[in-house]
């Protein structure tokens, strides 16, 4: 049987209906499964970029031949959420519904959903999401595929330090004497879920695989060469640096979070410019704050960053109003600038939710007719919203024009998250996400080229 002769025999003959095969670094993460499967490794961690199949190998295709080496094994296997991890364990099923004769499995008549199935030997497979329900499961096998979904996850110290505690706390209590972990990730955060088991337990082994090689590649690549060149080559990883920008390139793709702390915004990258370029489009975004300074406190800003776009994309900040004032003041001053910008400047401003926010709007909205606004909710963390920012001054593609707030800015700019101000920061957000994200409907309204499109 293929389940005897060894999981690389298995893994081929289960893709060979696919006409798949196993590339470079296939193989090695399968070496070091087979190592996980022959008790040598008790924990194995798979550090490789989105994309490269370790899922394939790791969460489908490894759980079904681990439970054929020997009668009554339990895996438990866990995701992000109950839905990708049911995902996998559909995927696990319906793989040893076509390929069960092959390790000598039978999947029981008695339970065969997709999250939850048995085997006639006696055989279980159990798919929770993070922190889901696992009282009462015992296993000789945890897998954990990706268990943070987004940056925003990746960013919160509090769903750090959640995702730690249930590990430590309920999910390697389900471990039987004896019992394996392999955690297949792609890193986001230098403190997220492997790093912080790499620090504090010495017994992990790391198969890291980085998109392009570095120095003493694991798999015997030269400097530069990509991981998976069939799927991805070097031209098409350099296109995808760009698009998303060096901070995520360096986390998703190859596996080295920057620590925290490194400067968010890589403010070296802003060029300053003595003239304004010729520009498609500009708009004024607004963050609000709706107090005035007094003795002892010290508020909010709001902030009107003007953000203007040529026709290569390149954003340029125009000008910077940064106030505190009463509300009254705070709109009064709103309306003069926008007829100081003019009508061709789109006003993007943040809608606070309630009955409140929708007055506000509304007011903004008659005050400003013949100008075009747009207005949004502000949803997602400061980190999140701050990313699309943050890659395009990564890609050398925002500048500003010198003038006396470029200090301030900047300084804004590299204190971000933990400055005491982000005030410019959340407007420059707006405004880069507006410009990239505005329908083209409002576009063809003013008459000029929508960015990005």
């Known amino acids: 049987m293929a389940g005897q002769a060894g999981f690389l025999s298995f893994a081929t003959a289960a893709l060979s209906d696919l006409d798949r095969v196993p590339a470079r670094h296939h193989l090695a993460l399968i070496a070091s499964l087979e190592e996980v499967a022959a008790g040598r490794c008790d924990r194995l961690m798979v550090q490789m970029p989105p994309g490269s199949a370790k899922s394939t190998y790791a969460s489908v295709l490894f759980p079904a031949y681990f439970l054929s080496?020997?009668?009554?094994?339990?895996?438990?296997?866990?995701?992000?959420?109950?839905?990708?991890?049911?995902?996998?364990?559909?995927?696990?099923?319906?793989?040893?519904?076509?390929?069960?004769?092959?390790?000598?499995?039978?999947?029981?008549?008695?339970?065969?959903?997709?999250?939850?199935?048995?085997?006639?030997?006696?055989?279980?497979?159990?798919?929770?999401?993070?922190?889901?329900?696992?009282?009462?499961?015992?296993?000789?096998?945890?897998?954990?595929?990706?268990?943070?979904?987004?940056?925003?996850?990746?960013?919160?110290?509090?769903?750090?330090?959640?995702?730690?505690?249930?590990?430590?706390?309920?999910?390697?209590?389900?471990?039987?004497?004896?019992?394996?972990?392999?955690?297949?990730?792609?890193?986001?955060?230098?403190?997220?879920?492997?790093?912080?088991?790499?620090?504090?337990?010495?017994?992990?082994?790391?198969?890291?695989?980085?998109?392009?090689?570095?120095?003493?590649?694991?798999?015997?690549?030269?400097?530069?060469?990509?991981?998976?060149?069939?799927?991805?080559?070097?031209?098409?990883?350099?296109?995808?640096?760009?698009?998303?920008?060096?901070?995520?390139?360096?986390?998703?793709?190859?596996?080295?979070?920057?620590?925290?702390?490194?400067?968010?915004?890589?403010t070296a990258r802003i060029r300053i410019l003595r003239e304004v370029p010729t520009l498609v489009r500009s708009i004024r975004a607004w963050d609000l704050a709706a107090s005035a300074a007094t003795a002892g406190r010290d508020p909010d800003y709001t902030v009107g960053l003007k953000l203007g776009a040529t026709a290569s994309a390149e954003l340029i900040v125009l000008d910077i109003i940064r106030i505190r004032a009463s509300p009254g003041e705070v709109e009064a001053r709103i309306l003069a600038t926008a007829r100081d910008d003019g009508l061709e400047t789109l006003v993007a401003l943040p809608r606070d939710p309630g009955q409140a926010g929708a007055a506000q709007i509304a007011m903004f909205e008659s005050r400003l007719a013949g100008f075009h606004l747009n207005t949004s909710p502000e949803t997602g963390s400061k980190v999140m919203r701050a990313m699309p920012a943050a890659t395009q001054i990564d890609n050398g593609k925002i500048a500003m024009l010198a003038a006396p707030w470029n200090a301030k800015f900047i300084a804004e700019l590299s204190g971000f998250p933990d400055s005491a101000k982000d005030d410019q920061v959340d407007a420059l957000s707006r405004a880069v996400n507006t410009l990239l994200t505005t329908s083209g409907a409002v576009a063809r309204r003013i008459n000029l080229p929508l960015l990005g499109r």
């Open 69 to 266: 080496l020997a009668p009554r094994r339990q895996v438990i296997a866990t995701a992000h959420t109950a839905s990708l991890a049911c995902y996998f364990g559909r995927h696990v099923r319906n793989t040893l519904s076509e390929h069960g004769e092959l390790l000598g499995l039978t999947l029981s008549r008695e339970t065969r959903a997709a999250g939850a199935f048995s085997l006639t030997d006696g055989g279980e497979y159990f798919a929770a999401g993070v922190r889901g329900p696992i009282t009462g499961r015992r296993a000789d096998l945890v897998l954990i595929d990706d268990p943070v979904k987004s940056w925003a996850e990746a960013e919160s110290p509090v769903y750090r330090d959640a995702l730690h505690d249930w590990y430590r706390a309920e999910l390697i209590a389900r471990l039987k004497p004896n019992g394996r972990v392999v955690l297949i990730m792609t890193r986001w955060h230098e403190d997220d879920l492997a790093g912080r088991l790499l620090q504090s337990e010495a017994e992990w082994r790391c198969l890291r695989l980085p998109a392009l090689a570095e120095a003493d590649d694991p798999i015997g690549r030269l400097p530069g060469q990509a991981l998976w060149p069939e799927w991805q080559d070097e031209a098409a990883l350099a296109r995808r640096r760009q698009e998303v920008g060096e901070r995520a390139f360096a986390a998703l793709y190859q596996q080295t979070p920057r620590p925290p702390d490194d400067a968010f915004f890589n």
